[in-house]
C-alpha cells in the first residue's frame, strides 16, 4: 500500500517570492506522482506528474516538481507565486501497473499575501 | 483531458434519507472512481466503478451505504443511502485518461442536517 505525507498543511508567503510544498510518499513499488490544485470551491485541476524519465517536471501555471528516488519525495515548486496561486494542494500517488487509484496526501493551503 | 459533469452540483438532505449522485464523461472510459472529501480534509477513494462487473469498494466502505451502478461506459451514479451529518461532504467522480492520470468532475456537496 501506499501513502502521501504533505509535511505542511498550511504555507503562507508574499506575492513574487518563492515557495516550496513539501510531498514524500511510501510504496513498497514503483509509482506515479501528481500534483493536484483545487481552487476555493472548485474542482480539482492536475498541475503535473511524473511517470517516468526525467526526475525534473514542468505543469501548468508555472509549477515544476522534482522526483528524489532515493528521498522518496515529490516537491513542488514555484520561482515567484501570484494572488491567483491562492488554493489548496495535493500530492498524489498511483501504484505504476497497479489500479490506478489515487491515495492523497492531507493537502497544503497556500495562501499568497499581497 | 476529459469532460465530466455531475449532478446535482450540491444538495441539502435530511438525515435517514439518500440521495443519488450522477457523472457523465463525454467519452467511453474503462475506469471511473468515486472520492469522498470531507469538510477540510483530502480526498479518500471509496470505489472503483468498472462497466459490466460490480465496484470495488475501499477499506471502510460498503455496498449498502454506497451502492454504485455503472450501466455504460460514459455513465455511473453513487448512492448515499440513510444518510447522517457524517455524510456531509463533497463526492467526485473521476476518469482515468493515458497513463495514470485521473481527471475529476467538479463534485457534488452535500450537506445532511
Known amino acids: 500500500a501506499q501513502s502521501v505525507t504533505q509535511l505542511d498543511s498550511q504555507v503562507p508567503v508574499f506575492e513574487e517570492a518563492p515557495v516550496e510544498l513539501r510531498c514524500n510518499y511510501s510504496s513498497s513499488v514503483s509509482v506515479y506522482l501528481f500534483w493536484y490544485v483545487q481552487y476555493p470551491n472548485q474542482g480539482l485541476q492536475l498541475l503535473l506528474k511524473y511517470l517516468s524519465g526525467s526526475t525534473l517536471v514542468k505543469g501548468i501555471n508555472g509549477f515544476e516538481a522534482e522526483f528524489n528516488k532515493s528521498q522518496t519525495s515529490f516537491h513542488l515548486r514555484k520561482p515567484s507565486v501570484h494572488i491567483s496561486d491562492t488554493a489548496e494542494y495535493f500530492c498524489?500517488?498511483?501504484?505504476?501497473?497497479?489500479?490506478?487509484?489515487?491515495?492523497f496526501g492531507k493537502g497544503t493551503k497556500l495562501t499568497v499575501n499581497p | 483531458s476529459a469532460v465530466i459533469s455531475q449532478k446535482p452540483s450540491r444538495d441539502i438532505c435530511q438525515r435517514g434519507t439518500s440521495l443519488t449522485i450522477q457523472c457523465q464523461v463525454d467519452?467511453?472510459?474503462?475506469?471511473m472512481f468515486w472520492y469522498r472529501q470531507q469538510p477540510g480534509q483530502s480526498l479518500t477513494l471509496i470505489a472503483t466503478a468498472n462497466q459490466g462487473s460490480e465496484a470495488t469498494y475501499e477499506s471502510g466502505f460498503v455496498i449498502d451505504k454506497f451502492p454504485i451502478s455503472r450501466p455504460n461506459l460514459t455513465f455511473s451514479t453513487l448512492t448515499v443511502s440513510n444518510m447522517s451529518p457524517e455524510d456531509s461532504s463533497i463526492y467526485l467522480c473521476?476518469?482515468?485518461?493515458?497513463?495514470?492520470?485521473?481527471?475529476f468532475g467538479p463534485g457534488t456537496r452535500l450537506t445532511v442536517l
Open positions: 473521476s476518469v482515468v485518461r493515458g497513463k495514470g492520470e485521473q481527471f
Open positions: 498524489a500517488v498511483s501504484e505504476k501497473g497497479g489500479s490506478e487509484k489515487l491515495v
Open positions: 467519452s467511453q472510459v474503462t475506469m
